[in-house]
Structures are given as structure tokens and as C-alpha cells.
């Protein structure tokens, strides 16, 4: 069985004295974080915004009675890929518990979209069923066919 054991400030800074370490060490400021750019309307694309769009744009395929259930991938999950024409794909699972009689409740969102924040351009767009191999859904995401 552990034992809690509280230890004051000055116990706690001596502690880390016989231990080798000093206050002189640890960082009195934190490392300044340089301010993120200005994004717009006339910005391109990102792949976190394809993401967010992709997920906003096949939700009502999807058809959820309660979109509070469905869950999806983490952006850090998703298959990407920036195309060389500018266009970005993305490969997004996602589960439905809630899914209507004979559809999946495990599914995947496929996306392709180049274009601005303020005028995405559609190339495709749709819900599918998952897909295992990572080079199928790069060749998927590489395609050119239109929604």
C-alpha cells in the first residue's frame, strides 16, 4: 500500500538541492510564443481546415439522430495529402452508433478541396466505407474526379 506524503514548499526546494538540482535551473519566464498569422477569407487552405470542412460538409450524409454520438478521428489520425494541383485530401474515420437501419456505424470521410477559408472549391466530396491500406486511400486522395 503507497503512502501520500505531504511535503512543504522549503521541504520540497531541499529535496531538490540534495538532488542536484537549483532554482537557478528552472526557466522564471516562460519561452515566448511567437503570435500566429492573420488568417482571412483570402488565405489558402490548411489541412486543419480541409479537416474541419470535410466533417461539416458529409454530416448530413451521414444522417446522425443525435450528431453529438458521432465521433471521428483525431486531425493527428487522418490521412492527408496535398495534391500538386493545390488541392487538399483528407481520409477521416468516424463512427455513428446511432446509424440508420443497414448502414455502417463505422464509416469513413473522404474530402478534396482547394480554394481559400472564404471560397473552398469542391473537387469531391463523400462518406465510404474503410478503407485499411494506406496506399489505396493515397491513390484515392491523388485522383482526380469531380463531386
Same mark, same amino acid.
Given at each position: 500500500m503507497r503512502r501520500l $506524503?505531504? !511535503?512543504s514548499a522549503s521541504g520540497f526546494l531541499a529535496a531538490l538541492?540534495?538532488?542536484g538540482c537549483t532554482a537557478a535551473a528552472l526557466p522564471t519566464e516562460p $519561452?515566448? !510564443?511567437p503570435p500566429a498569422e492573420a488568417r482571412g477569407p483570402d488565405s489558402p487552405l490548411e489541412i486543419i481546415d480541409v479537416y474541419a470542412l470535410c466533417k461539416a460538409q458529409t454530416l448530413y450524409q451521414i444522417r446522425?439522430?443525435?450528431p453529438s454520438k458521432v465521433t471521428w478521428g483525431s486531425f493527428g489520425e487522418a490521412i492527408s495529402l496535398v495534391r500538386d494541383?493545390?488541392?487538399i485530401g483528407i481520409y477521416i474515420e468516424a463512427t455513428n452508433p446511432n446509424a440508420p437501419a443497414g448502414a455502417d456505424t463505422d464509416f469513413a470521410l473522404e474530402c478534396k478541396v482547394g480554394g481559400t477559408i472564404g471560397a473552398p472549391d469542391w473537387m469531391s466530396f463523400g462518406v465510404q466505407t474503410r478503407e485499411s491500406d494506406r496506399d489505396v486511400i493515397l491513390a484515392n486522395l491523388a485522383?482526380?474526379?469531380s463531386a
Open positions: $506524503t505531504i !511535503v538541492a540534495l538532488a $519561452t515566448p !510564443v446522425p439522430d443525435d494541383d493545390g488541392y485522383a482526380t474526379d
